[in-house]
């Protein structure tokens, strides 16, 4: 899996970085750390590190996440960091992805949580009444919506 997330974050008092290398520290970071996260910036590349772990077209994640493929592209080009909704759905993306991952930590050593995800929010759920998971992406309530409906699944009470 791809290091992904890595922006490293000036502080004016302090050299700290926050950065994390795995889909499952994006699921458990400290909420402090995530807002501080999107708050400075996550790069523009490591949209394109999701993409490919992902097994998407760069088409199909920027249409999820509402991100324009023009920016993107603008934007790795110059080594650059997205905007704090950007960054925002991005990491959001990343924490779904770790989500399912501790999920099935242990069950399956070849399990790709992030292919998998890719997969599952293609697929219309009952649980969002017949609706995709990726329909709900753009939003940090949609993304919420979603993530019950993980958990949900996790619990055994999804139908």
Do not use: C
Request: zero cysteines; hydrophobic letters at 45%.
């Amino acid at each position: 899996m791809h290091a992904i997330l890595s922006s490293a974050l000036p502080q004016p008092h302090a050299a700290r970085s926050y950065s994390f290398d795995s889909f499952d520290k994006a699921f458990t970071m400290p909420a402090m750390e995530k807002i501080e996260l999107v708050e400075h910036g996550v790069k523009a590349s490591d949209f394109k590190k999701l993409v490919e772990d992902m097994g998407l077209a760069q088409e199909e994640l920027s249409r999820a996440l509402r991100i324009s493929v023009s920016t993107i592209n603008r934007k790795v080009k110059r080594d650059e960091i997205l905007s704090i909704d950007e960054s925002e759905r991005v990491l959001n993306m990343a924490s779904l992805i770790g989500q399912v991952s501790v999920m099935v930590a242990g069950a399956d050593t070849h399990f790709n949580a992030a292919q998998w995800v890719a997969s599952w929010i293609e697929q219309p759920l009952p649980a969002l009444g017949g609706r995709r998971p990726v329909e709900f992406l753009g939003t940090s309530s949609g993304f919420q919506m979603v993530a019950n409906v993980l958990r949900t699944m996790q619990s055994g009470a999804y139908l």
